[in-house]
């Protein structure tokens, strides 16, 4: 695109980007909802992206760190700790409310933190193995979810966590209707405005370090990391960095998740999610922001565009096709046959910006 | 013979591979501006030597000297950052990645603006930039690939990628440069148009170190040259004296005597089965990144 | 499982000396499920060891042969036939439709990706996995399944510990099955050619070798182990469900690296160890942890004897035997 059309196509994109929740919302609320859901996976999307898209690190556990997110604003914004670890209680007589300025900044920290702890054995295998150790911190970490309400109630286990606060900017809760020039915005549009901003920041952020000295270090890495070392470059930081910086993305996600939902439980945080977000980046086009934001809004929206598909099949086949189910079908062909079809992905980086 | 600390000394050096003694007790010593022949037979451990004083492979024994400090060939890419750069015998490329950004990798080791800087992009950040920049284009200049700068790398001649490679490594500013077979695969006209390149970087006072199977370039090129036989030293010294060495002569006409005369095609001394052949005892370890 | 092991959660935390009768109920559950773990340890070994590919689709394998079982002897319920000719149908049905799907997967999945980017594979097994799944809760649908008794249940004793039919079954089931896997991968053609190619796929070809032929062979046996395995899993658990492979899939790759990825013998160790670990330790972790870790933490077992393998000795126990694939 000419430098001469891209504001134009900015200013309209953003237009249309803001105007959309308002013209859908008129259509019933659970259209904007998915479209929120979709941000989200976006969110996630473009931080695998920085592992497995520029790096070159094949994680399959990548779904750990918005669990550590939604569970960081979970703890530190629901009355689960003060209901049941009296000291806590003792601490915060008005419960725990975290606010986001708070509760953000903190969960991107802890995600890359955790993002370090994770990446650092996996640092000298090969792709197959790393994939597997990742896929195995993965599960670690849902089996300590899922048991950590014993004999210290953490987690409270498989019944997740509840009441977890919604966000509020500037005093006004997400979790209210807010009125403002006549405007009545429902919280699912209020949270599409956080959500879309976080990933403009994200979509800012990817291309910023992917256009640097850092993105082009891991792209070697990537290509050839022993030539890479030979060019001096410190393979093993470079590889621990991508693990963290893409997993502030993945804790941040987390952050809004819980607290969009109100609700988290182990179930959310599986490997079939894991393995969707790869899917996402792989099948977007690996290491082109552009294309993982496709691949993440197709693989995200599918399953509730199915939804009103799905009715007339579920009938046919009795019970036995339901939208959820159509949604993993899908999503499966779509890993094999993309593969086969177009390896690089439906929207690759183009040539020489691999 | 100046006297004159050596750029590089390195001695005693040893590496048996199993039961394969691929360098036995092998030492030279690089003044600096010279350009140093490494000469012999296939097998005779030209590129394991070069794999050990990068630090890709580890030696047994060997005692190791940059520019007078003495340094262990552990870590590839401190290695590197102390100043020895090298080129692979089977190009070892960003295929992917356009030839710009190649040259661009190879100036990370002396840049030094970090990831928030380019997030925020600073004018730090900016700056920098434009100075990688700049200096990679120089580079693609020097060696004469300006043009080519924004095409994907592999989609270039194996002559001109080999150039890429090299500008890749002069772009980290190396105290030595070292060229393992860099004619290997290149027609009569692509061996003059390497000559010349590296004529051009002698000029510029740069020490180079060069594996090659060559003997016309070597002898032609060289003001030292070492020639190895199945990991031993052989002979050391001024391309003339080496030539007409008995030792010399024996160890190339007792084994493939095609090395000594015909222009080299395929690239005797696989460095990347030497790598691998190492990680078969580390297993699970990445041989290469990306690259299968 | 349950029904095997003793409730630690009743044990008082303070340390009390091992029983032995414990002990020796958690080697017999140890080597039932180390059995079937090296039946499909060897399915992941063998395919690694020829073509560089983790198939992560080889544990829905697993899941595949349970279910076409007990869909055989569900029909067979009412024939009449003994127990043990049902399960006898019931398992050579489900080799064959294993064998045939795993051909079929490797002909369309994997084999046009021999030379792709080394991620494409990857995603594509995991697709196949995810597919296989998939297909497997809409045609079974998804609860869970009881697998009828079909062998005679009692308990027999051994040292205070208990073991029936079943268990001694799968155990002397797997030595005998190791046997005949020995004796085609030394003594047969196929198992030279099988093992040439895992060696050096080039020097094969030139020998006359076919690796098509030959990666579609080894596709099948590693099938036929995986039903076997599955059969087994359904009737000594005695129930099946589409998600059933996944886990055991996973852990018996764990113990192909464990014992040393591509090698045969280190499949089998890496399998009996790790049931032993996991039988073992699921016993005792209450008591090594004070109560603080319970028993449904048995499954982090496997991910961490894989990530200390890959961390301290990557090659595994036995070495590794992967082809050179410059």
């Known amino acids: 695109m000419k430098p001469a059309q891209k504001l134009p196509f900015f200013l309209l994109s953003a237009v249309a980007l803001a105007v959309l929740p308002l013209v859908l919302q008129s259509h019933g609320h659970a259209w904007v909802r998915i479209i929120d859901i979709a941000l989200l996976y976006v969110l996630l999307a473009l931080g695998l992206n920085i592992v497995v898209g520029f790096a070159g690190l094949l994680d399959l556990g990548y779904i750990a760190f918005y669990a550590v997110g939604a569970y960081l604003f979970a703890l530190l914004a629901s009355p689960h700790l003060t209901e049941n670890l009296p000291a806590v209680a003792a601490m915060f007589p008005d419960g725990l409310h975290m606010p986001i300025w708070v509760v953000i900044p903190l969960g991107a920290g802890l995600a890359a933190l955790a993002g370090v702890l994770l990446g650092a054995p996996t640092l000298r295998l090969r792709g197959d193995y790393l994939a ?3 896929l195995g911190f993965g599960e670690i970490i849902r089996v300590f979810l899922n048991n950590m309400d014993m004999p210290v109630n953490i987690t409270n286990g498989p019944k997740g966590i509840d009441r977890i606060d919604a966000l509020s900017i500037g005093g006004v809760s997400l979790g209210e209707p807010w009125t403002i020039a006549g405007f009545t915005l429902p919280p699912v549009t209020l949270h ?14 990817s291309a910023r370090l992917n256009d640097s000295r850092l993105g082009r270090a891991w792209r070697a890495v990537r290509e050839d990391e022993i030539a890479a070392k030979a060019m001096g470059l410190n393979t093993r930081n470079l590889k621990l960095l991508a693990f963290g910086l893409g997993a502030t993305f993945g804790g941040v996600a987390g952050v809004l998740f819980a607290s969009f939902q109100g609700f988290v439980s182990p179930e959310s945080f599986s490997l079939q999610e894991s393995v969707m977000v790869v899917a996402m980046v ?9 294309g993982v934001i496709l691949g993440a809004f197709l693989l995200a929206a599918l399953p509730e565009v199915l939804r009103h598909m799905a009715g007339p099949l579920q009938a046919m086949t009795d019970g036995r096709l339901d939208a959820s189910i159509l949604r993993q079908l899908l999503v499966a062909l779509a890993m094999i046959g993309i593969m086969l079809a177009r390896p690089r992905g439906l929207w690759p980086a183009p040539e020489g910006k691999a | 013979m100046s006297t004159a600390r050596p750029l590089l000394k390195v001695n005693h050096v040893s590496k048996r591979f199993g039961g394969v003694h691929a360098l036995e007790n092998v030492g030279l010593s690089i003044q600096a501006g010279d350009v140093h022949g490494l000469i012999g037979p296939n097998g005779a451990g030209k590129t394991t030597f070069f794999n050990v004083i990068t630090g890709l492979v580890p030696a047994d024994r060997g005692h190791f000297e940059l520019e007078g400090r003495a340094y262990k060939p552990t870590a590839v890419h401190q290695v590197a950052r102390a100043g020895i750069a090298r080129t692979f015998q089977n190009i070892r490329l960003f295929g992917d990645m356009s030839v710009l950004d190649n040259v661009r990798v190879g100036r990370h080791v002396r840049t030094q603006v970090g990831w928030w800087q380019a997030l925020l992009r600073t004018s730090a950040f900016a700056r920098e930039e434009a100075a990688i920049v700049r200096d990679a284009m120089a580079l693609l200049d020097f060696v004469g690939l300006a043009d080519q700068a924004h095409r994907t790398a592999r989609t270039l001649s194996y002559g001109d990628q080999r150039r890429i490679e090299i500008a890749r490594a002069l772009a980290t500013e190396p105290r030595l440069l070292a060229l393992d077979e860099p004619a290997a695969g290149m027609n009569a006209t692509e061996k003059v148009a390497l000559r010349e390149l590296i004529e051009r970087i002698r000029a510029q006072g740069r020490t180079v170190l060069i594996i090659e199977h060559d003997v016309k370039l070597v002898m032609g090129l060289c003001d030292q040259v070492t020639v190895l036989d199945q990991g031993q030293l ?33 690239p005797a001394d696989d460095d990347d089965a030497e790598i691998e052949d190492d990680d078969e005892d580390e297993g699970a370890r990445a041989p290469e990144g990306g690259r299968s | 499982m349950a029904g095997f092991l003793h409730d630690h959660a009743a044990t008082p ?80 049905a489900s080799v064959g439709v294993c064998m045939a799907l795993n051909v079929a997967i490797e002909r369309l999945a994997y084999r046009p990706l021999r030379n792709a980017p080394r991620l494409a594979p990857l995603i594509t097994a995991m697709g196949v996995s995810l597919l296989l799944q998939t297909l497997a809760m809409i045609i079974w649908k998804p609860d869970y399944k009881p697998y009828p008794i079909l062998l005679p249940d009692e308990p027999y004793e051994v040292m205070g510990a208990t073991i029936n039919l079943v268990q001694i079954l799968i155990i002397v089931v797997t030595a005998v099955v190791l046997g005949a896997l020995v004796f085609l991968i030394n003594g047969t053609r196929l198992g030279r050619a099988m093992r040439a190619t895992a060696e050096n796929p080039r020097v094969a070809q030139l020998m006359g070798v076919q690796p098509d032929k030959v990666i579609a062979a080894t596709f099948m046996i590693g099938a036929a182990l995986a039903a076997l395995a599955g059969v087994m899993w359904a009737a000594n658990y005695g129930s099946v469900q589409h998600t059933m492979g996944f886990l055991p899939g996973l852990k018996a790759f764990t113990a192909a690296v464990f014992g040393g990825i591509g090698n045969l013998a280190g499949a089998v160790v890496g399998g009996v160890l790790l049931g032993l670990i996991e039988s073992l330790g699921a016993g005792y972790i209450g008591d090594l942890t004070g109560g603080v870790l319970g028993s449904h933490y048995q499954d982090i077992f496997a991910f961490t004897v894989l990530i200390l393998v890959l961390t301290l000795r990557p090659q595994g126990l036995l070495g590794e035997r992967v082809a050179d694939r410059a």
């Open chain 1, 132 to 134: 597997i150790v990742t």
């Open chain 2, 234 to 266: 052989i002979a050391q010294g001024r391309p003339e004296q080496v030539q007409s060495d008995s030792r010399v002569i024996d160890a190339y006409l007792g084994s493939a005597h095609a090395a000594y005369e015909a222009p080299h095609e395929q």
């Open chain 3, 13 to 92: 935390a303070a340390f009390t000396p091992i029983p032995v009768d414990i002990f020796i109920q958690q080697i017999i559950n140890g080597l039932v499920l180390g059995s079937m773990y090296a039946l499909v340890a060897l399915g992941y070994t063998m395919v690694y060891g020829i073509i560089n590919l983790i198939n992560f689709a080889h544990g829905e394998v697993l899941m595949v042969g349970a279910l076409v079982s007990w869909t055989v002897v569900t029909l067979l319920a009412d024939s009449g036939l003994p127990g043990w000719v049902q399960l006898l149908i019931s398992l050579i």
């Open chain 1, 282 to 290: 792989v099948l977007g086009g690996l290491g082109h922001v552009r």
């Open chain 1, 192 to 205: 599409y405005y956080l959500f879309l901003g976080l990933v403009v920041l994200a979509v800012i952020a």
